[in-house]
């Protein structure tokens, strides 16, 4: 079934028996949500059009044509009136208890994956960060590296060689999730280009940026370049060959670089560019590089509007 959302005139596609929050979500779009079992209202939306039935039992109130997204589902294409998080400051603050799904271990970095319970998804924009807090301690500012699409296993990058707040993590330990945070995001603009570079485990924030732009089927052109030392650091590589392999708008290239090396790659990939007055750039790079790389960008005339720069 086709829903379609007014004001803002997105539009998406439900498939068998799932709950139109769920629809939504996963076609990328930002609703509003909270406890996602029919409690709390937050997803609650104004039904203009079509018919719905009960995806599952609620006791919230609902005046006549309200409809609980997370509790229904779709019976015919819908229009639906409800509001969307366009900015960082539509996202509430959240504080989950999560517990340990899964550990990848890959060279000398850990691709950690957290579950939250199935009551409760974190809602974040593709790029945030939120704060860790294990047993033995917390991480700040830890990107997160999936996508908004499931806020309900979130997934971490961690770099072994850092000083990190535990010796072994195992699986179902409990681990405390606050957040988002950070500006550092994807703003909703179909008419751009991308241009995504990272130094290290700055790519995770990248790869949530691109998974949500998977979601969304974004169809101008993204090119993702990721530095690193040595090959090791490239820890998914085959993960982004993959995106490439199966996405027809889809550029990738990984780059040698040490630090000092860092802005002559970045001007290099510039001049690769040609129309660099039409793209959008997200650039995670070294504290130290940032001004350098700020004057840089300023001299192939790239406006502070079209720069989204982080460091790590
Ligand atoms: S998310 Fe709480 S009622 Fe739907």
Known sequence: MQVKIIASGRQFETYGNESLLDAGVRAGL??????????????????????????????????DNEILLCSYQAC???VIETTEAHS?????????????????????????????????????????????????????????????????????????NQNLPFKKLRRSEPVVVEGP???????????????????KTGFARLKSIIEHLIALDYEQSVSLYWLAESKH???????????????????FAKINSTDAELLNQIETILQQHHHLNMARLYLVIPKPLKTGCLELLSQYQITP????????
């Open 76 to 78: 015919s294409d819908l």
């Open 233 to 251: 650091d490239f820890y998914l590589n085959n993960y982004c060959r993959m995106w490439e392999d199966a996405l027809d708008n889809f550029q």
């Open 305 to 312: 509007e079209q720069i989204y720069l982080e460091t790590i």
């Open 181 to 199: 945070m950070g500006h550092f995001v994807w703003e909703d603009d179909y008419r751009q280009s991308v241009i995504l570079l990272a130094y």
């Open 88 to 160: 960082v400051d539509d996202i509430p603050w959240q504080r989950i208890q999560t517990k340990v799904a899964k550990l990848d271990y890959i060279a000398h970095y850990l691709i950690l994956y957290l579950r939250t319970p199935r009551s409760k998804a974190l809602r974040f924009l593709a790029g945030q960060d939120v704060n860790l807090i294990f047993l033995g301690g917390g991480l700040q500012g830890q990107a997160i590296a999936s996508c908004p699409c499931n806020g309900k296993q979130l997934q971490f990058h961690l770099d072994l």
């Open 30 to 63: 930002s609703l509003g949500y909270g406890c996602n079992n029919g409690n709390c209202g937050e997803c609650k939306a104004n039904l203009i059009q079509g018919q719905v039935k009960k995806w599952q039992h609620h006791d919230y109130h609902l005046a």
